[in-house]
């Protein structure tokens, strides 16, 4: 709870970042795009103020922040306050859970994926978006996490990092996209959505949630 104090006392400033950067978010909603499910029953873990979620027709958002919230619910999101490490909702709720860019906030990434894994359905999947920490743009950054008020208290993750968290989860079939291989300063348009991952900053992947047995 302690990270989210910043985009609760933040919000407008968070909310700036989309339209001075303009060209980057549009290829980040590209690469999720690609890989979101549709039709179905989605929620957003981190919902933010919905700039994700409802352009890309997620029902449910839930983060705790509550500044954000009310923006969200604004763009049409049924909104609830709570934390990702403890999902308010029943088993098998969901056909879809979106994620982006709220791993590296969560105090317990591990058990967010695991309570993830716990509200789809058999046989749904989650979208997650983040920042890969082994590329240039996310050593960049690493390096200068300490002059932002969003990342100083992040922890970033690789792609290898974030897939080994997939499968201790229980997660199946990977299916990747990268973007924004090059500095964030210079991208004016939009840059293409590439398979795979180790080039593009932003990663996005969409990741099985298998039928459990037994």
Aim: with cysteine; proline share 7%; aromatic share 10%.
């Amino acid at each position: 709870m302690a990270r989210s104090a910043v985009f609760e006392a933040e919000t407008p400033r968070y909310e700036q970042w989309f339209p001075d950067h303009a060209a980057a978010y549009s290829a980040e909603m590209a690469a999720l795009y690609e890989l979101m499910p549709t039709p179905g029953f989605a929620l957003e873990v981190g919902v933010g103020t919905g700039r994700f979620a409802a352009p890309l027709g997620v029902a449910v958002g839930i983060d705790p922040a509550e500044a954000m919230l009310a923006q969200a619910r604004a763009r049409g999101i049924l909104c609830v306050r709570g934390t990702a490490e403890a999902l308010p909702f029943r088993d098998g709720a969901f056909d879809h859970v979106l994620i982006v860019t709220t791993i590296c906030f969560v105090d317990d990434p591990r058990r967010m994926l695991a309570e993830a894994r716990r509200v789809l359905r058999p046989d749904g999947a989650a979208v997650i978006g983040f920042i890969d920490r082994a590329t240039p743009l996310g050593q960049f950054y690493l390096d200068h996490r300490e002059k932002s008020v969003f990342y100083r208290e992040a922890t970033f993750f690789s792609a290898t990092e974030v897939r080994d968290l997939l499968a201790g989860a229980g997660f199946g079939t990977c299916d990747w996209r990268q973007t924004l291989a090059g500095p964030l300063a210079e991208v004016t348009e939009r840059e293409p959505i590439l398979p795979g991952f180790g080039t593009g900053a932003f990663v996005a992947v969409r990741a099985a949630a298998p039928a459990r047995r037994g």
